[in-house]
């Protein structure tokens, strides 16, 4: 299901028919340092997992990360969009994308779009975001859409604690 573009992207919901293209994102080596490794090796585990977490999510919330594709093609790039974690109070937002994917804005564009329909379409106040504390191209990226760093936090994740630098966007 389509959800929303921008000027070079569009973003739709994640399906198993996406399973081979997030098997290969979240076992990039840049999504496993940055983000962490989901221990996800074939495509069945990359479907189950789709279905377990996006697709749950959309069908339970509202919102979902949503798969990112470049308009000329289709071609999926990234992932971005809006997830409710246990270990947050608010909804966070999240992103990835293929190494050959970084640095030409594309990002910073699906990020604000999704920015944009959390607060236009989906009436939220506020949001929040984490990073590993050293991806300062996440922190970056995150300054430049309108977030401000608030503090260092310890989330749990598969059973281990990580810190992680936390920021907000509060919509005016």
């Given amino acids: ?14 399906t198993t028919d996406d399973a081979q293209f997030y098997l290969e994102l979240i076992n990039d080596p840049s999504y496993i ?23 749950d999510m959309q069908e339970r919330l509202g919102f979902s990360l949503y798969l990112v594709e470049l308009k000329p093609d289709a071609r ?8 409710k974690r246990d270990g947050l109070a608010n909804v966070d937002l999240g ?6 994917y970084t640095g030409q804005g594309l990002a910073s564009e699906a990020a604000g779009a999704v920015l944009q329909y ?25 300054e430049k859409i309108g977030f401000r760093f608030e503090k260092i936090i310890r989330l749990m994740r598969n059973g281990k604690e990580e810190v992680n630098k936390f920021y907000i966007h509060e919509f005016e």
């Fill in 76 to 83: 999926p790039i990234g992932i971005c969009g809006l997830i």
């Fill in 33 to 55: 340092e940055n983000i962490g490794d989901k221990g996800i090796r074939t495509i069945d585990a990359a479907k189950e997992s789709i279905v377990q977490g996006p697709v």
């Fill in 118 to 142: 959390a607060r236009h379409t989906l009436g939220m106040q506020r949001l929040v975001a984490i990073t590993a504390p050293e991806n300062a191209r996440s922190s970056r990226l995150l």
């Fill in 95 to 100: 992103y990835g994308f293929l190494p050959t």
């Fill in 1 to 14: 299901m389509h959800i929303l573009s921008s000027a070079r992207l569009n973003l739709r919901t994640i």
